[in-house]
């Protein structure tokens, strides 16, 4: 830190100096109460009819989608990991890369969902690669595990949203359970319902951070591909 502080004073008065946070630590800085108010949404949000393989309408239905819902504050600190039903087990650690990865690439010109991600990090694409830029941290995948911690990782499907609150980014929520395109569904609802959406434009479905499906051919620009055509939900349905 005193070598950083060095260096910037060092550079002279033309610049800015660059103000260096503590990200050494800490509790989660979103307040509990926010924290449960937008978790606190997946008990309602899963008996909904969600598409993809579980719950309402899946295609192997029961009473309700089997989920993993996580939350992280601005700094990436996961804040709560929660379940529904008998979700599976390698969906948690998923939840909160999502968690992660929407707020990782959302500020408060641009709202990004995972989904929005699909198609520029597949092959050839302009962000090839970026999924293996932040690692998820292996140390965080017992249950119970992680909390106020930086678990880390990059996931670029359906199914991680930034929160917002004043405009600004305070976090994101991310989960998994079901296909990629039915998590995405929850997620969104789930934020929304909690009140804490962007107000701002993005560049999915209607000018928002919603999952884009293409009309023909290959996901291009921002979208992602369907998981089940007959399942998925149309976003305008979300």
């Given at each position: 830190m005193f070598k950083k502080r060095w260096l910037s004073a060092?550079?002279?008065v033309a610049l800015c100096s660059p103000a260096f946070a503590d990200d050494s630590g800490g509790a989660c800085g979103i307040p509990a109460a926010t924290v449960?108010?937008?978790q606190n949404k997946l008990a309602s949000i899963v008996l909904l009819k969600n598409g993809g393989i579980f719950g309402m309408g899946g295609l192997f239905p029961t009473a309700q989608n089997f989920m993993w819902s996580a939350v992280v504050d601005r700094q990436g600190r996961l804040c709560s990991v929660i379940k529904t039903g008998d979700a599976w087990p390698g969906s948690r650690e998923i939840a909160i890369a999502k968690a992660g990865t929407a707020n990782d690439f959302s500020n408060a010109s641009l709202p990004l969902s995972t989904a929005n991600l699909y198609a520029a990090t597949q092959p050839g694409g302009s962000l090839w690669?970026?999924?293996n830029s932040n690692p998820f941290n292996p140390d965080f995948l017992a249950p119970g595990s992680g909390a106020n911690q930086f678990a880390g990782g990059i996931i670029t499907f359906g199914g991680g949203v930034p929160l917002y609150q004043n405009g600004a980014v305070i976090g994101g929520l991310g989960v998994s359970g079901d296909s990629s395109c039915t998590d995405h569904v929850i997620a969104y609802r789930m934020r929304?319902?909690?009140g804490f959406a962007p107000t701002i434009p993005g560049v999915g479905y209607n000018n928002t951070d919603n999952i884009a499906y293409p009309t023909s051919g290959s996901p291009a620009g921002f979208q992602?591909?369907?998981c089940?055509?007959?399942q998925d939900l149309d976003p305008s349905k979300i």
């Open positions: 060092a550079i002279g449960t108010k937008i690669g970026l999924n929304r319902a909690a992602q591909p369907h089940f055509p007959g």
